[in-house]
């Protein structure tokens, strides 16, 4: 499934370079000057998974399909982007689209690098953002109000209804609060996320730290970590720097740079987990002598449902859903020995399917 997740920031916060990091490329051009970023950079990230690797071991399978998701490297925002500053309108267009928002903080110092407002302030740099989006989010929803209304005063239900709803959400805007603040009834979360609110969206703090600071975090990650739990995110601190240096390393080198550093896995294994969690994301897997394949599904979804993200046909023909949990699996020694010890269940239509299941589904079209 196409989950994206934005990267946002200020000028020379080091999104650029997470971005290269995270994908391993140097699509995305990280230059010491403002909008060095002139499109979105889209790319494909695979999910780490251990579990993976254990299950086509034991299937003896010939390839390993991690789950993916995208990242969006979206050029530095400036005060006054909201009113088309810098490259402001057209970038605030690739938030958009964009399924969570990840906020890029600097909380280095490095005279080599300009930052925009000449100072390093990680807290600001987030109020100026997060502000602009507001503005942004306040412009779009006044625009579309009096062309709802009209809808609304001829009699249509659905546009009354969305009248309510882009009225709470300029109460909560003009209170400088952002839309994700809002508590929104269970049956109007479709019709709210249909608004398309740059500030409904999840968001995750990372705080880009030097390379001293990528084991401890500083001072600066500190004041963003005490800011995410106060918005009720996640944060991850991260040293971009040495991200980009470690994403070109082979194993073992990898292990042993990281191990020099203090670091147990790489900041972008926890900065992707983190994402996979923002979006309430879980993986269930495929597994055969072919290939071992993971799957994202958001959590809640039914087994007809997750069959869809194979194909279309799995989920319109689904009759029952062979399912073994991903422990049992490994410690069965695959899908005979699960069998044979009553661990492989046949799940119906109203099974909730769980982080780590192995599936075969079975349909007919």
Known sequence: MGFKC???????????????????????????????????????????????????????SREIIPARMNFVDIAGLVEGASQGEGLGNKFLANIRETDAIIYVLRCFDNDDVTHVS?????????????????????????????????????GDKEAKAQVALIDLALDQLKEGQPARRAEIPKDDVKAWNMLQLLTSKPVLFVANVDEASAATGNDYSRRVE???????????????????????????????????????????????????????????????????????????????????????????????????????YVACGGEVGAKEAGKMRSEGKDYIVQDGDVMLFRFNV
């Open 118 to 154: 000449g100072k390093v302030d990680p807290i600001a740099d987030f109020e100026v953002v997060e502000t602009e989006l507001m503005l942004a989010d306040l412009e779009s929803l006044e625009k579309r109000k009096a062309n709802v209304i009209k809808k609304a005063n001829s």
């Open 226 to 328: 005490e800011r995410a739990k106060q918005e009720g995110a996640g944060c991850v601190v991260i040293s971009a720097q040495i991200e980009s240096e470690i994403a070109v390393l082979e194993e073992p080198d990898k292990t042993e740079f990281l191990e020099t550093l203090g670091l147990e896995e790489p900041g972008l294994a926890r900065l992707i987990h983190a994402g996979y969690d923002l979006l309430g994301l879980q993986t269930y897997f495929t597994v055969g002598p072919k290939e071992a394949r993971a799957w994202t599904i958001r959590k809640g979804w039914s087994a007809p449902k997750a069959a869809g993200v194979i194909h279309g046909d799995f989920e319109k023909g689904f009759i029952r859903a062979e399912t073994i949990a991903f422990e049992d």
């Open 6 to 60: 934005g990267i946002v920031g200020l000028p020379n916060v080091g999104k650029s370079t997470l971005f290269n990091a995270l994908t391993q490329t140097a699509a995305a051009q990280a230059a010491n000057y403002p909008f060095c970023t002139i499109e979105p950079n889209v790319g494909e990230v695979a999910v780490p998974e251990p579990r993976l690797e254990q299950l086509a071991k034991v299937a003896g």
